[in-house]
């Protein structure tokens, strides 16, 4: 059967017999070509792009809250759980990667031929409010931004950002390889922003490098610990997972065991390097904050507006909030074109439904304007900041749901065969997934019972 056709033969070891058998976003799967012969660094680029995709979604508008409020609250401290956190979604971004490439489907098209129906609908919702929670920091920061740079109110640039979804809709028809150019395009000015940003504000080294070490602090203290699982929630996303694990799908290597052992290797290198990149600008997200706020007594700084006001003074650069508000934008672009895509893999992996390209973007985006219009109208500029930081706490809720499946697929000989993953890793998946639902729950206590 041809590469590009829309239909997988299917296997039924470890699988439902019943399970729909349609490629992952058939559209583009297979499209990429991958040159047969040559040196090691061609084949690489021509895995180079689903990783930073992903990676878009560890540094969009909700990381920017939940770093901003935790650099300037408690300074480097929580460098720590931005560290660990990267490591988890390497961890977890390479499992979803090798499901995808192994099995020939999505984590949501694998969720669908393992489990019964109604289990496989309430994990569809869970997803879809991880999604509308993300699209709803990506539609608030982008808004923030078009307000900073160019003064369009909060709303009108709310309805701007719903046009995003056509944006996506032309980069595709373009081809995957054109989406992964603009991207990453954007992923470089966010880095370059930053960049001149940590350099104006010379951090102390030193204390920096101890803010990587984790402290017991972060887990008795319950409001460290709410913006430290807000962290979480903001960097290992839970459909990021699902969306790594279609798009790496694109590429047209062979679909036997030697093309996937080797697309496995390149497409984990893809998306390691591209999270490095990812931690570099969280990092520096907080570490900014807490050079300039905490350190000058400004710890109360959680939102975005506030931060803009006040980088360019403490930091004495009069183009660093304008840089700031440029990255921001970026940010907010490159996300919610990322995010579109994952609700559209979701859905059609659940549920097999399949709606025009255009019609399920707009529906994604409907979704998650109204929450901001409506926060806005009642709360104004404080309330979308708090709603920031909340939406990442909602997703860090519904990671055990997609974690878990994960984990299991890719433990599992009759689904993975020879390529299930060492009992070593599945411990440490494992332990991730645990450590995930303790804090969860920890949360859960704090919140409903103090």
């Known amino acids: 059967m041809d590469a590009r056709s829309p239909h997988i033969t299917p296997d039924l070891a470890g699988w439902r017999a019943d399970a729909p058998t349609t490629k992952s976003l058939a559209e583009v799967n297979s499209t990429v070509a991958i040159p047969a012969a040559g040196r090691w660094w061609r084949r690489l680029l021509a895995f180079v792009g689903p990783g930073y995709l992903v990676s878009v979604g560890y540094m969009d508008p909700g990381n920017?809250?939940?770093?901003?409020a935790g650099g300037s609250k408690f300074g480097y401290t929580l460098l720590s759980v931005i560290l660990i956190s990267n490591l988890m979604a390497i961890l977890l971004q390479s499992l979803a990667a090798r499901l995808g490439i192994v099995t020939d489907r999505d984590l949501a098209q694998a969720c669908r031929a393992s489990y019964p129906r109604v289990v496989n609908f309430l994990l569809w919702l869970a997803c879809e409010a991880a999604i509308i929670a993300c699209d709803l920091a990506e539609v608030i920061g982008t808004a923030i931004a078009l307000k900073l740079l160019f003064g369009i109110p909060l709303i009108g640039g709310a309805l701007i950002a719903a046009l995003d979804a056509f944006l996506l809709l032309l980069l595709m028809n373009r081809g995957f390889r054109f989406l992964e150019a603009f991207v990453i395009a954007l992923l470089v000015v966010i880095a370059v922003c930053f960049a001149v940003q940590i350099a104006a504000a010379a951090p102390p080294v030193a204390e920096v490098l101890r803010g990587f070490v984790p402290k017991s602090e972060i887990f008795t203290n319950s409001d460290m610990l709410y913006i430290a699982i807000g962290i979480i929630g903001a960097t290992v996303m839970p459909h990021n997972?699902?969306?790594?694990?279609?798009i790496v799908q694109t590429r047209a290597y062979e679909r036997n065991d030697t093309g996937r052992r080797e697309a496995i290797k390149w497409a984990t290198t893809d998306s390691t390097i591209a999270l490095m990149l990812a931690l570099f600008i969280n990092a520096a997200i907080l570490v900014v904050a807490a050079a300039t706020f905490h350190k000058s007594g400004h710890s109360d700084v959680a939102g975005i507006e506030q931060a803009f006001e006040l980088l360019s003074p403490l930091l004495g650069l009069g183009i660093a909030s304008t840089l700031f508000a440029v990255a921001l934008l970026a940010s907010g672009l490159n996300s919610t074109v990322t995010a579109t895509l994952a609700g559209q893999i979701v859905m059609e992996g659940f549920l097999d439904l399949r709606l025009p390209s255009w019609a399920r973007r707009l529906l994604t985006r409907g979704i998650a304007i109204i929450p901001v219009i409506i926060v806005t109208a009642i709360y104004g500029e404080r309330g979308t900041a708090d709603l920031l930081v909340f939406s990442q706490v909602v997703l860090s809720m519904q990671l055990p749901f997609a974690v878990i499946p994960l984990v299991r697929f890719v433990s599992d000989r009759r689904k993975m065969g020879k390529f299930a993953i060492p009992m070593?890793?599945?411990?440490?998946?494992?332990i991730v997934a645990g450590i995930?639902?303790?804090?969860?729950?920890?949360?859960?206590?704090d919140t409903f019972f103090e």
């Open 241 to 246: 997972l699902y969306l790594h694990s279609s």
């Open 64 to 68: 920017w809250a939940t770093d901003l």
């Open 424 to 430: 070593s890793v599945a411990a440490v998946a494992w």
């Open 436 to 445: 995930i639902v303790i804090l969860n729950l920890k949360l859960l206590a």
